[in-house]
T-cell receptor
Framework: SQQGEEDPQALSIQEGENATMNCSYK?????LQWYRQNSGRGLVHLIL?????REKHSGRLRVTLDTSKKSSSLLITASRAADTASYFC??????????FGQGTRLTINP | DAMVIQNPRYQVTQFGKPVTLSCSQT?????MYWYQQKSSQAPKLLFH???????NEADTPDNFQSRRPNTSFCFLDIRSPGLGDAAMYLC??????????????FGPGTRLTVT
């Protein structure tokens, strides 16, 4: 069953603006991961946040996790054209398996 | 420097003609995964290996099979490709990592076209 649901499905902003994507999930987790996928390529791991963490930063990325609401958000600050990609959240289901959300397609306009 | 390699990057096959996609890794990870991804959709797990243990997803069609002859290599066999099997096929690897995080490393994918 679908674990991660993402919102919005598509987001288009101007270069330099901030982009926020949201993810909701259904069951208890011990971590939540965010991945980026450039068009026609494989996915790249961006950041992992554990269930006992509320916020995590990596460069221009900020991830928050609210386990009471079963939701997470990914904020990209000062967006660049190179940030144009699809972004997926993923949670572990069972052992070793990640289940991905439907993704947010982010377009950064110059 | 490549860590997860997929060959070929683009594969064209005919309807019903068996095709094999390959994946290799230099990370020495225990777990290898095969995903199918159709346009604008999330990757869908087909199966994965933990070492030699094979784990099939319940909804993976019988038309799809996999082999993992050693730690480094994993193959996806599509016995009789149909038009609906045209997709990007992604290979990924992981290991338990700290506290079982299973961060995954993906290859660049193989784009399969069925004519």
């Amino acid at each position: 069953s679908q674990q991660g649901e993402e919102d919005p499905q598509a987001l288009s902003i101007q270069e330099g603006e901030n982009a926020t994507m949201n993810c909701s999930y259904k069951t208890s987790i011990n971590n939540l991961q965010w991945y980026r996928q450039n068009s026609g390529r494989g996915l790249v791991h961006l950041i992992l946040i554990r269930s006992n963490e509320r916020e995590k930063h990596s460069g221009r990325l900020r991830v928050t996790l609210d386990t009471s609401k079963k939701s997470s958000s990914l904020l990209i600050t000062a967006s660049r054209a190179a940030d144009t990609a699809s972004y997926f959240c993923a949670v572990i289901q069972g052992a070793q398996k990640l289940v991905f959300g439907q993704g947010t397609r982010l377009t950064i306009n110059p | 420097d490549a860590m997860v390699i997929q060959n070929p990057r683009y594969q064209v096959t005919q309807f019903g003609k068996p095709v094999t996609l390959s994946c290799s890794q230099t990370l020495n990870h225990n777990v290898m995964y095969w995903y199918q991804q159709k346009s604008s959709q999330a990757p869908k797990l087909l199966f994965h290996y933990y070492d030699k243990d094979f784990n099939n997803e319940a909804d993976t069609p019988d038309n799809f099979q996999s082999r993992r002859p050693n730690t480094s290599f994993c193959f996806l066999d599509i016995r009789s490709p149909g038009l609906g099997d045209a997709a990007m096929y992604l290979c990924a690897t992981s290991s338990p990592g700290l506290a079982g995080t299973y961060e995954q490393y993906f290859g660049p994918g193989t784009r399969l076209t069925v004519t």
